[in-house]
């Protein structure tokens, strides 16, 4: 009414209640102008909350903290990043006015008068200096397990061959040692700087050091790992952790950290094989067999605890069992030449030599490079 001197709302209901209450009279129920040709009398300027840089601030702003809080540690899940997102927002841009407006207030609280801070702004500072800080980290942190993660996605090296041996250098590429070095830099910032534990880092970190050379260091790790995870996560690492032991030459620690992985996921069957490894080397031969043996039950197609299980009974006099395995195991084995040369491998570990040369011939046939690997070949 005072813009226009008419109702232009659309939504007017025509129903008189505002002719019949009005104190002088002047409203009329009547004909006019179209309201595009009523002159506004003085146009009321409306005021936000936000002026237009502020809103743009407030939207980097809210937009960086959501990424830098979301994931960071694997603790925060997405809504919360959006709650802690919107008040880091808020305090930025009311920390912004209180260093630059001369009254402001909030709720209830008087925090700065006459161009002075009072005690509640001064409160409400440092609990905001604290905030934004610690999103300010967690930005950091989050930035190093982002790029940690992207190093280790572009590892090439296929994890058995890599667990092959204690040593997986020769098998690295330009590429996979590159990305070695990067994702142990990043990593190991997030580890060493970090407020809190991030499990699934520390385990792909411990996979750096053992790509790096560093067996000893990657177990240790992978211990640290394994107390801050649960089911499944906690079952790999143990798993890993047992392997590694088991190059390294610790069998009954190998066996004890293969055991705690099959209690946490007792379908995890490259465990079954590893813990028949630690048995064997043991001497308790008879013991391996039979955990071999529960493996392929499990799954007739696995290649390693068929050729394990051959490589047995052929060292124990069982020839035609050992015939048996073989061929099971031949039935599903890639014709790939570093699959042929990891098995050989393992099964020199095992001294189990005349079914270990098979498939190191094999893998020489396949790709007569090989031939140079071998003649290098720790023994």
Known sequence: MKQYGMVVDPGCMKCMDCISVCPND??????????????????IKRSYSLTWPEEIVGAVVFLGSFLAVRGVYVLVPFLMALGCATITTFLTLKTWRL??????????????????????????????????????????????????????????????????????????????????????KHFQGASNFGFFVNSEALSKLAWFEYLSGDAEQSVQLLEQAA??????????????RGTI??????????????????AERADLILAREEKGESLWQLGREEEAISVWSDAVQRNGRLVVANNQLAGAAASLGRSAEAIVHEKQADKFTPNNPHYHWMIGLRLKNLRMNELAEKHFQRAIQLDPG?????KRRPQ
């Open 26 to 43: 002047a409203l009329y129920f009547g004909f006019g102008k179209p309201t595009i040709a009523i002159p506004k009398s003085k146009a």
């Open 99 to 184: 260093l630059r407006a001369k009254e402001l207030s909030f709720y209830r609280f008087n925090l700065k008068s006459a161009g002075r801070i009072r005690r509640a702004g001064w409160g409400f500072l440092s609990f905001a200096v604290v905030w934004i800080g610690f999103n300010a980290h967690s930005g950091w942190v989050r930035y190093h397990e982002y790029e940690g993660d992207r190093a280790f996605q572009k590892i090439q090296i296929p994890d058995e061959l890599a667990l092959a041996q204690t040593n997986p250098d020769p098998w690295l590429s330009p590429i996979d040692r590159e990305n070695i070095v990067k994702g142990k």
């Open 227 to 240: 107390a801050h995870q649960e089911g499944q996560a906690k079952g790999l690492s143990l798993y890993y």
């Open 245 to 262: 032991l088991n190059r390294l030459g610790r069998y009954e620690q190998a066996r004890t950290s293969l055991d705690q992985a099959l």
């Open 370 to 374: 090989f031939q140079v690997r071998r």
